[in-house]
C-alpha cells in the first residue's frame, strides 16, 4: 500500500482511477483546466508529462489550483524528478527503458523518501526487441520494471507502484500475472497506445478487465487517442462492469432486434444516455425493447422500463408500477430515478 | 464441433463473429439489405428475431438473397422453430427460460436433426431470481442450459451450442466457466443488455475477452444499443486485440500528453481512423506523438510514424525511411501501407 498526498493506493483501498493530462504542461492555465475537468468526471489522481525543467517548474503553481494528487512523469532525464518533487509533486513515474543510471536513480530514491513521495516504476514494451517471443518480451517486461524496483528497494525505498504495459493485449496480461506473482507491490494497468475510442476501449477493457476479474490491480488508466474526459468515463464504466466502484449510473439497456415494439429505441436510449448526468445516484437504469429479457432486467433494475406493444411498464427496485408511453419513457426513468 | 449452413464452429475452427439484425425480420427488403451491410463488415452469421409465423416464413425470402447463414431466434412459442426450419433457417436458438414444454422442446431436436440444423441453448440471466447470489445465480443459468441440452442429446441431437449470458459481467464469466468445465459444446459469448456503445464495449469486451484470454470461447456476440454494424465492428477489434484473427488494419496510436509536439495529433488520430478503409490488408498502423514510445511501437508495427519536434519519422516493417511532415502523415500511411 502506498499513500499518494492524501490517496491510498493498494492492498483493500478501492482501484484508482487516474488518467494523463494532454495539455503541455508549461501551459499552467490550460493544464487546470483539464485537471478541474477530469476531477469533475471522478478523476482520482493525474499524471502530468515533465518533459523539462519549466515544466517541472509548472508543478507547483498547477498544484496550488487543483485538490487531486499530481503525478510527475518522467522518461530520459532522472533529474527532472527531482526537479519535480522539489516543485511538490505526489508522486513520480519513472521508465526503466530510458533512465538507466543506477546512480541517479538512486539519488531519486532517496530524494523520493525523503519527501514522502511514492515512485511508479512503468515499464512499456515500446524498448522490448520485437525478435522475441510474446512470452519471452512478457517476462523480459516484467523482470525490467522488478529490477528497478529492487534498485530503490536498496535505497531502503518502500513505495513502490509497478506498471508493465504494452499495446499487445496479451503480453501486458502476461506480464502483469508475472509481476504480481513475483512481489506485492500496488499495480498500475493499462494498455499502451490502444489507439482510437472504440478499439482502445475494446482493448483496454479486455486487457484491464481480464485481470481485475482475477482480483489484480491497483489503478487503472485508459490510453486514448481522444479526449482525457473519456479516459475517465471509461474507468468508471470498467469499476462499475467489474462491481467494484460504482460513480453515477448504469444502463442496462438492449440492443434491439425485430422483436422490438417500440419504435426509436436506439434513439430513446441514446436520449437517456444524454440525460443521465440528471441522475445524481449510482442507480441502476434499465430500458428495454421487449418482454423476452426485459421483466427480469427490468426487476433486476433500480429504475427500468421493459416494452410492451407500443408501451412500456414502468418497474421500481423489482416492483411493476404503472404503464409508460415512449414518449415519456426518458422523463419518466430520470423522476424515479431521483426519488429513490 | 458444429456446422452451420457452411460455417464450422467449435474445436480448432476460428471464432465466429456474428450479430442480430435490428429490422423487423417480416420486412424482408430491410432486413436482406441489414444483413448486406453486415456480411459488408465481416459478420459471419447473423441472427434474425422470429416472432411469429410471417416472421417464421420471411426467412426463405431473405436466405435467398444473402450468402451468410441465419439463425432463427425463438422465444416463448418453440412451433416457430418448426416453421424456421421448414423456412431454410440454418441454425436455431431456443430459450431455456421461456420455451419449458419438454415434448415440444423434444419435436424441435427431432425436426432440427432431420434438417441438420444445430441448435443454440441460449440462457439469460434475465429470468434468474434476483435474490439469489451471484455464485448461485451463475450457477443456475449453466444448469437451466444444460439441462436443455440434455433434453436434446437424450433426442440423439448432438449439434449444440449454448451461451449463458447476463447483463452482470461476473456472473457471465462464472457461468460460462461452469458450462465450460461440465461440458464439450461449443460456446456462443456475450454480455446482454450492455447499454450504449461505450458502456457496451467496456462491459461486453471485459467479460469476453477474459474468457477468449482463458480460451474458452467459439463465437462472439456483442450487444450494443446502437448500429449492428458497431457490434460487427467491436468483435473484430477484440479478435485482433486477442491475436486470434485479424480483419482489415489496426490503428498503433498514443493517447497524447504533454510530450507531444506535434499540434492537432488526436484529430490526426482521427483522420486516419476515418480512411482505415482505404487500407486492404490486415496491417497494423502506428501514430506515435513523440519518441518515449513512438520509436518502439514504430518499430513493432508494419508501417508506422514516430513524432519528433513538428515532424515524425516513418517506419516500414521496423526500418526508418524518411521525414515526414505532419500534413502528410495520413497519406503517406495509407499509401505505405497499401505497398506493403
Request: glycine fraction near 8%; hydrophobic fraction near 45%.
Amino acid at each position: 500500500m502506498v499513500k499518494i498526498g492524501s490517496l491510498f493506493m493498494g492492498g483493500d483501498h478501492p482501484v484508482v482511477v487516474q488518467t494523463m493530462t494532454k495539455t503541455d504542461t508549461r501551459d499552467v492555465g490550460s493544464t487546470v483546466k483539464q485537471i478541474h475537468e477530469l476531477e469533475g468526471r471522478g478523476c482520482e489522481l493525474v499524471r502530468l508529462a515533465v518533459k523539462d525543467r519549466e515544466a517541472a517548474q509548472a508543478l507547483r503553481a498547477i498544484k496550488r489550483e487543483v485538490s487531486i494528487p499530481l503525478v510527475a512523469d518522467i522518461h530520459f532525464d532522472a533529474r527532472l524528478a527531482l526537479a519535480a518533487i522539489e516543485s511538490g509533486a505526489d508522486k513520480i513515474r519513472l521508465n526503466p527503458s530510458n533512465i538507466k543510471d543506477p546512480a541517479m536513480i538512486r539519488e531519486v530514491a532517496r530524494t523520493a523518501k525523503a519527501a514522502g513521495v511514492p515512485i511508479r516504476v512503468g515499464a512499456n514494451l515500446g524498448s522490448m526487441d520485437p525478435a522475441l517471443s510474446r512470452a519471452e518480451r512478457a517476462r523480459a517486461l516484467a523482470e525490467e520494471a522488478l529490477a528497478e524496483a529492487r534498485l530503490l528497494e536498496e535505497e531502503d525505498f518502500q513505495d513502490i507502484v509497478v506498471s508493465v504495459k504494452s499495446s499487445d493485449v496479451r503480453e501486458m496480461v502476461e506480464a502483469v500475472h508475472l509481476v504480481a506473482e513475483a512481489s506485492n507491490y500496488p499495480l498500475h494497468l493499462g494498455v499502451t497506445e490502444a489507439g482510437p475510442l472504440q478499439q482502445s476501449l475494446v482493448k483496454s477493457s479486455a486487457g484491464i478487465g481480464a485481470l481485475l476479474l482475477d482480483g489484480i490491480g491497483d489503478t487503472i488508466r485508459y490510453s486514448i487517442s481522444d479526449s482525457p474526459t473519456l479516459e475517465v468515463d471509461a474507468a468508471w464504466m470498467l469499476l462499475a462492469a467489474m462491481d467494484l466502484r460504482r460513480r453515477g449510473p448504469q444502463i442496462v439497456s438492449c440492443p434491439t432486434c425485430g422483436r422490438c415494439e417500440v419504435p426509436d429505441m436506439l434513439s430513446l436510449v441514446t436520449q437517456l444516455e444524454a440525460r443521465l448526468n440528471e441522475i445524481a445516484k449510482p442507480v441502476m437504469v434499465a430500458l428495454m425493447g421487449c418482454v423476452v429479457n426485459g421483466i427480469g432486467e427490468g426487476k433486476n433494475a433500480d429504475v427500468g422500463i421493459a416494452c410492451g406493444r407500443d408501451q412500456g411498464v414502468l418497474f421500481v427496485r423489482g416492483q411493476p408500477v404503472r404503464h409508460i408511453q415512449p414518449a415519456a419513457f426518458i422523463d419518466t426513468l430520470i423522476a424515479e430515478a431521483n426519488k429513490l
